[in-house]
């Protein structure tokens, strides 16, 4: 089974400041993607990155893809309480499915 | 909203029993995916269908059981039900194939007392 590994897992900060998580594989894999799940939703897609060293952007959100396409992070600017929930990447391993592999999740609490 | 529909939301039920989880896919989407979200395994895929045929399978165990219908909802059996088998079930669809979106319903939390 080819893993994700996501650190950290709990993260507690204030309103305004700044973080990053990671995605970690010792696989490549050909994209990934980054998921929010809220209390009591289905997670839901953030951003697919497909080539390696892409850096994509959404609104305080930034993703980047490592350049040997093994490893992920996501980088939250000035945190906003509204930004708390689990934060998941996940990888399709299959070429004729579109089967999920998800990491553990990072749980964010953004204090106000 | 997904346009995802799970139901029920939530299903209490005792140890042994068998229980049925219906999901109503995204209107066009031809793949549904079960998905199992607990709090020491995370989220596990256990199986997908496609078009109303078995596509992919996760580890899902023997006393669970999915199918996909006609008309392209899918069910997924869950029976002799052991306290470990709480969780939050997911179910999500898309119009399949690789990096296409998956969307997520609301989930199924399932006690086993």
């Known amino acids: 089974t080819q893993l994700l590994e996501q650190?950290?897992?709990?993260?507690?900060?204030?309103?305004?400041?700044?973080?990053t998580v990671y995605c970690n594989s010792s696989s490549v894999f050909s994209s990934l993607q980054w998921y929010r799940q809220e209390p009591g939703e289905g997670p839901v897609l953030l951003v697919t990155v497909v080539t390696g060293g892409e850096v994509k952007k959404l609104k305080r959100l930034t993703f980047q893809f490592g350049d040997a396409r093994k490893d992920s992070s996501l980088h939250i600017t000035a945190a906003q309480p509204g930004d708390t929930?689990?934060?998941?990447?996940?990888r399709a391993p299959g070429s004729n499915t579109?089967?999920?592999?998800?990491?553990?999740?990072?749980?964010?609490?953004?204090?106000? | 909203d997904s346009?995802?529909?799970?139901?029920?939301?939530?299903?209490?039920?005792?140890?042994?029993?068998r229980v049925t989880l219906r999901c109503s896919p995204r209107s066009g989407d031809l793949s549904v995916y079960w998905y199992q979200q607990s709090l020491d395994q995370g989220l596990q895929?256990?199986?997908q269908y496609y078009n109303?045929?078995?596509?992919a399978k996760g580890n899902i165990l023997e006393r669970f059981s999915a199918q996909q219908f006609p008309d392209l909802h899918s069910e997924l059996n869950l029976s002799s039900l052991e306290l470990g088998d709480s969780a939050l079930y997911f179910c999500a669809s898309s119009v399949?194939?690789?990096?296409?979106?998956?969307?997520?319903?609301?989930?199924?939390r399932l006690t086993v007392v």
């Open chain 1, 7 to 19: 650190s950290p897992q709990f993260l507690s900060i204030q309103e305004g400041e700044n973080l």
């Open chain 1, 85 to 90: 929930g689990l934060y998941l990447c996940a």
């Open chain 1, 98 to 112: 579109g089967k999920l592999i998800f990491g553990q999740g990072t749980t964010l609490q953004v204090k106000p």
């Open chain 2, 3 to 17: 346009g995802v529909t799970q139901t029920p939301k939530h299903l209490i039920t005792a140890t042994g029993q």
């Open chain 2, 45 to 47: 895929f256990l199986i």
């Open chain 2, 52 to 55: 109303g045929e078995e596509r």
């Open chain 2, 96 to 108: 399949g194939g690789l990096n296409t979106e998956a969307f997520f319903g609301q989930g199924t």
